[in-house]
């Protein structure tokens, strides 16, 4: 924990605040803690990832922050307001391409679009959807429907129909954990390069250190339940693996999250938990 870096930064505005956040799973006769005493910033514009094994309570974070479930104590702020549900101001994007099987690629993000609330007329619509399938590289594709698509494709879809909702805020449930290398690399590239273009503030979950190192602004990890360690990364953006790899920080910064991340695999496999 010696290379630990700590959340230092000055007080400003921050566009999304956790406070002291914790979450329990309730069946009939059990309860799981699935979170406990969360606490995290993230200013405007700023990218993180949320890294850690499975199991330790990424997604049910996410829920949070979707608004999909309410914390048991704590709050979460938006624009310092608490969140009280799902909104248009903050669009998610899941591991499962949920994208709707009856709509074509342009389909699928016009819905986006729709959902948020903006009065457009349907020519101006039509516009929008068209720029957001271009931006992910899908315009010889807009007529075809999901069952045509490959994985990346229909992520891509995924991607461009919550950057169509317009909104501040993009929640990411590892988008690309089932996607092959090669494509989840471009797809990496294209999701950094989008979100700095429309100045999205993103909260990326993940349990891809390489991933992690190539994206985020700031690397939180967590362990069961809790946050474990945060790292900045201070590379400049737009970063390309290739050029990442073999430099000082890249090297440094792989290292401590190597053992921040597997450390916790580790006690995880010798206490005989499932991965
Ligand atoms: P991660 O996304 O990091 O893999 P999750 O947030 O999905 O982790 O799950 C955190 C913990 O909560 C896990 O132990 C999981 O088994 C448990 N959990 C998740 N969803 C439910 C649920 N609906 N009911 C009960 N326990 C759950
Ligand atoms: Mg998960």
């Known amino acids: 924990m010696s290379e630990l870096q700590v959340n230092t930064e000055e007080k400003t505005e921050y566009k999304i605040e956790i406070r002291n956040v ?6 009939s006769k059990s309860k799981y803690e699935a979170l406990r005493e969360i606490d995290l910033n993230v200013k405007a514009g700023e990218f993180i990832c949320i890294l850690g094994a499975s199991g330790c309570g990424k997604s049910t974070l996410l829920s949070l922050l979707s608004g999909l479930n ?24 899941f ?4 994208l709707f099987p009856w709509l074509t690629v342009k389909g699928n993000v016009l819905f986006g679009i729709k959902q948020s609330g903006k009065k457009l007329g349907r020519k101006e619509r039509n516009a929008l959807a068209e720029k957001y399938v271009e931006s992910v590289g899908l315009s010889a594709a807009k007529g075809r429907y999901p ?18 909702l317009e909104s ?4 990411l449930d590892e988008p690309f954990g089932a996607i092959d290398p090669k494509l989840r690399l471009e797809l990496q590239e294209l999701v950094s390069k989008l979100c700095t273009e429309h100045k999205k503030t993103v909260v990326f979950i993940t349990h891809d250190v390489d991933e992690a190192i ?18 900045k990364v201070s590379m400049p953006h737009p970063r390309v693996r290739e050029e990442l790899v073999g430099t000082t920080e890249y090297e440094k910064l792989h290292r401590q999250l190597i053992m921040a991340f597997y450390d916790q695999v580790a006690e995880r496999i010798d206490a005989g938990v499932a991965l």
């Open 147 to 164: 069952s045509q698509l490959s994985g990346g494709m229909k992520q891509r879809v995924a991607v461009a129909r919550a950057l169509a």
């Open 22 to 27: 914790s979450f329990d799973y309730v069946q």
């Open 70 to 93: 309410r914390p048991k104590s704590g709050e979460i702020l938006v624009d310092g307001k608490k969140i009280k549900g799902p909104g248009t101001d903050r669009a998610v994007v």
């Open 168 to 171: 501040d805020v993009l929640l």
């Open 95 to 98: 591991q499962q391409y949920s």
């Open 214 to 231: 190539l994206l985020a602004d700031r690397i939180v990890v967590m362990e069961p339940g809790r946050i474990k360690s945060i790292h």
